[in-house]
């Protein structure tokens, strides 16, 4: 493929180790077995060396605030440092790509990574004020075409994405060790009177940045396990998917538990029977264990899950609110149907739109932030924003991308594998499920564990992925420090859906 070319040489750097390390094995040595040790520990530096522009991007939003002031909606803000990265990673990518010489897309990804471009060009040339709509046109492009195409580019084989993927695991648990102790200290953002919520480095106004961040951690973690030969990596996977549920919950996202939860169930099911329901009781007996050990099942988190069923008979203001923005946004589509009212401009046409039961804001308090009135500036639902400000147009070029991402990316974990019995899984029907053993292709190819990067361990993590973004895109939008990271999980799923896997 093109994108090996680009990475050059480095692509084999995988069966190189795997060649040292058979060597070494075979003297069967102590000298022999450190010698595998060190070389496997220069392999996986020089990974890293190759992959810093992608992982300063991650380790950059540590930064408390992410480095700067993000609001949601796309409408802007004064960037972050890990934005700053994401520049840095696209111009370093453009170098390799020109020193290489060689194309770096296929057409499909070309096709696919491209669409958007023309969603947004368009939107902003229609709109009512053109000149409003440029930082929009730069952070869309940001967000879903050059942050993803460099991060497709940047990843060689299956070891480069599970290093990626792991670092996306250390920044879910890092930024969770910060929102258990803003919990139990009572340093949090405010909810319901107490300093109780978790947002980690994020603030008391991104209040969905350590939710998302967690989440992503939860959804990499249980598809290495479920995807991974048993080994200290699958275990370790497994402990950090278990860990991680305590700040999910304290972090009083309800969008985020209902992606997590419906994402690990279709990853369970995708993995086959007999796997998903070992790795569930695993994480859910550790889960239990680390909920009950922090006093997670409090009132506050008991009442938060009640209110999931109650939207309808008795919502409170934040659901009211969003309903309200929905419905807004259905009414400033029909006014543009095709192009939209132009980016950036939902804020501008929100008030003529919406009803009265709309409030004039959100209120944001703790976690070192004053009190303040977040004003409502987009609808909390990705598609309906797209749709309200791009148009039908704009959706079709967005939307349908990710949807080509998904069909490619599941077609290709179910139909590239084996099961146990050799047989190959084809049928729509027989999706997770591989004859009466219940072994599931995506789970059935010997190789590399999940700490390498299995095959089966990077379907169901870059799977997992995109269908968690999916579903809460229902529930959010684009907007606030945690936004770049985004791209760099729609760049994974791009390299595993629109690449050949070559790989350790």
Not at 340 to 346: A, I, Q, R
Not at 397 to 413: D, E, M, S, Y
Not at 466 to 490: E, K, R
Request: proline fraction near 3%; include cysteine.
């Amino acid at each position: 493929m093109t994108t090996a070319a680009v990475a050059g040489a480095g692509v084999g750097a995988g069966s190189v180790s795997e060649a040292r390390t058979g060597a070494g094995s075979g003297a069967g040595s102590g000298a022999g077995s450190g010698a595998e040790s060190a070389a496997e520990v220069r392999e996986w530096a020089r990974r890293a060396a190759w992959l810093a522009p992608v992982l300063a991007v991650i380790a950059l939003l540590l930064v408390p605030g992410g480095g700067g002031e993000g609001t949601r909606g796309g409408t802007g803000g004064s960037g972050t440092i890990a934005d700053a990265a994401s520049g840095l990673l696209v111009l370093v990518c453009l170098v390799r790509v020109v020193r290489s010489g060689a194309r770096p897309l296929t057409r499909t990804a070309a096709v696919v990574l491209g669409l958007p471009v023309f969603g947004v060009c368009l939107a902003a040339v229609a709109s009512s004020d053109p000149g409003a709509s440029l930082p929009g046109i730069a952070r869309y492009l940001q967000i879903f075409v050059l942050v993803p195409a460099a991060v497709l580019l940047s990843v060689r084989d299956r070891r480069d994405f599970a290093l990626l993927a792991w670092a996306l695991v250390a920044l879910a648990l890092a930024e969770g060790a910060v929102g258990v102790a803003q919990y139990a200290t009572g340093t949090g953002a405010s909810y319901q009177g107490e300093d109780v919520r978790a947002v980690g480095t994020f603030g008391a106004t991104d209040v969905m940045g350590m939710a998302t961040v967690v989440a992503y951690g939860v959804v990499v973690a249980v598809g290495l396990a479920l995807g991974g030969r048993p080994g200290r990596a699958r275990t370790a996977a497994l402990v950090c998917a278990a860990v991680l549920w305590v700040p999910l919950v304290l972090s009083f996202s309800r969008g985020a538990w209902i992606a997590t939860v419906l994402t690990c169930g279709v990853q369970l099911l995708l993995a086959g029977v007999r796997r998903a329901v070992r790795v569930a009781a695993v994480v859910a007996a550790l889960g239990v264990v680390l909920v009950g050990g922090f006093g997670v099942g409090s009132a506050m988190v008991e009442e938060r899950v009640a209110s999931i069923t109650q939207v309808t008979a008795a919502p409170d203001q934040s659901v009211t609110d969003r309903y309200t923005l929905w419905a807004a946004a259905g009414r400033i589509w029909r006014e543009e149907p095709l192009t939209g009212v132009g980016l950036k401009e939902f804020p501008a046409y929100r008030d003529a739109h919406a009803s009265l039961a709309l409030s004039s804001g959100s209120d944001t308090a703790g976690a070192g932030a004053l009190y303040a009135r977040q004003p409502l500036l987009s609808p909390h639902n990705m598609y309906l924003l797209v749709l309200s400000e791009q148009g039908l147009i704009g959706l079709l070029a967005l939307a349908g991308g990710w949807a080509v991402l998904l069909v490619a990316g599941v077609r290709r974990g179910w139909r590239r594998w084996p099961t146990r019995r050799g047989r190959s899984v084809r049928s729509v029907g027989s999706v997770g499920l591989a004859g009466p053993v219940g072994q599931s292709a995506w789970a059935g190819r010997s190789g590399s564990g999940s700490g390498s990067g299995s095959d089966s361990g990077c379907a169901l993590v870059a799977t997992g992925l995109l269908v968690w973004q999916l579903v809460d895109f229902c529930y959010a939008d684009i907007g606030g420090p945690s936004t770049v990271l985004m791209s760099v999980v729609l760049g994974l799923a791009a390299w595993w859906s629109l690449t050949e896997v070559r790989g350790a």
